[in-house]
């Protein structure tokens, strides 16, 4: 399994931008995809996932100002994030997990975190007022 995050730089607040993810190794029909990021010094925070059947969850932070999709054909997977504050600036992780999960939000994310098998090296969101 292998993922390779990009598309992070340097965002005005109010801005938007689109991270992809090139996976590869594997088959995204057999994984739940996700997002976390991390700020040094703070934990992990699960941002958004999508399930092989096409459900989606959203931490409350990002919901409604982001969209995670999944392009089969290409293996990649996006998140598109608006209206960019911040307290968004961030490393930027994808991460997939063979777990079947289902729940509330933040009961899902939360699960997602815990149960990680591979993720990326990362982007760097830099937000900018």
């Known amino acids: 399994v292998q993922l390779v995050e990009s598309g992070g730089g340097l965002v005005q607040t109010g801005g938007s931008l689109r991270l992809s993810c090139a996976a590869s190794?594997?088959?995204?029909?057999?994984?739940?995809i996700g997002w976390f990021r991390q700020v040094p010094g703070k934990e992990r925070e699960g941002l958004a996932c999508?399930?092989?059947?096409?459900?989606?969850y959203y931490a409350d932070s990002v919901k409604d100002r982001s969209t995670i999709s999944v392009d089969n054909a290409k293996k990649t997977v996006h998140l598109q994030m608006y209206s960019l504050k911040s307290e968004d600036a961030a490393v930027y992780y994808c991460?997939?997990?063979?777990?079947?999960?289902?729940?509330?939000?933040?009961?899902?994310?939360?699960?997602?975190?815990?149960?990680?098998?591979?993720w990326g090296k990362g982007t760097l969101v830099t937000v900018s007022s």
């Open positions: 991460a997939v997990t063979r777990k079947i999960l289902s729940g509330s939000s933040p009961y899902v994310l939360r699960l997602f975190l815990n149960s990680m098998s591979s």
């Open positions: 190794g594997f088959s995204l029909e057999d994984y739940v």
């Open positions: 999508r399930t092989p059947a096409g459900q989606e």
